[in-house]
């Protein structure tokens, strides 16, 4: 399965292949963490250190790297077809 998109972040690679989000340590131990709406494409990411944003051109995501939780951003007010993002500050 194609690779879609890779981020490192305090020792933790995070891999998106297909529509499966991954963690991977430093074993190589790989653990699924959410499942997106498409399975290629372009996928964009940034991280603040509390969460991961993923957009892939439909939808928006984001990954709680302390409580582990992965969910679709449902807000009215989210962009209608993100391509890229970013994160300005964390506050």
Not at 18 to 36: A, C, K, P, V
Not at 61 to 70: G, L, R, V
């Given at each position: ?83 890229v993002c970013g ?5």
């Amino acid at each position: 399965m194609p690779g879609r998109n890779l981020l490192s972040y305090n020792d933790v690679l995070y891999a998106v292949a297909g529509d499966t989000l991954y963690s991977l340590i430093d074993n190589y131990d790989e653990t699924e963490r959410g499942t997106f709406d498409t399975t290629s494409g372009y996928l964009s990411s940034a991280t603040n250190g509390l969460i991961i944003l993923y957009v892939d051109g439909e939808n928006g995501w984001t990954y709680d790297i302390d409580s582990e939780a992965f969910a679709q951003i449902t807000d009215v007010y989210f962009p209608a077809n993100p391509i890229v993002c970013g994160i300005l500050d964390n506050t």
